[in-house]
């Protein structure tokens, strides 16, 4: 039975991590289904981080920084690496990203894509962290009502 706590030893919280996580994947398939206007993705993915930040900050109080960056990283790895994986589906749906991929110094685009997800993934990580961190201090900072 799975159970939402950090393993022996760890004070890392591996499952809320992964599940989390599993967010990276549906954002790059609703890439490749064509979803990815920069409105309704930045919108997603805002979403997407400031609900991450409230959850490590209410499930893995004692380090909020490592999950959000952990959940960061693997979110932008996971993203970028379901959409190279079909990326030949999203440019015949695409016809502005085909253009795109037939230029000159376009060889090998999803060698390109895999190299820009480490980049993706530590920027949004440590984006995730701060906000974790943030999230945490302000929870700690409130008081329990009368109850």
Not at 21 to 42: E, K, R
Not at 75 to 101: C, K, M, N, Q, S
Not at 120 to 135: D, F, R, T
Request: net charge neutral.
């Amino acid at each position: 039975m799975l159970r939402d706590a950090p393993l022996p030893g760890s004070e890392m919280n591996w499952l809320l991590i992964g599940s989390l996580s599993l967010l990276g994947i549906a954002m790059g398939v609703l890439s490749v289904l064509g979803h990815d206007h920069f409105g309704v993705a930045g919108a997603l993915w805002f979403c997407i981080a400031i609900a991450c930040a409230l959850v490590i900050a209410r499930r893995a109080p004692s380090r909020p920084f490592l999950h959000g960056f952990a959940v960061g990283v693997l979110d932008g790895l996971e993203h970028v690496i379901a959409y190279a994986g079909f990326h030949a589906t999203d440019l015949a749906d695409d016809p502005d990203a085909a253009r795109g991929v037939a230029q000159p110094g376009e060889r090998y685009p999803r060698l390109l894509i895999l190299i820009f997800s480490v980049v993706i993934g530590l920027s949004y990580g440590l984006v995730l962290g701060g906000l974790a961190w943030q999230a945490r201090r302000m929870l700690a900072g409130r008081k329990p009502g009368p109850g």
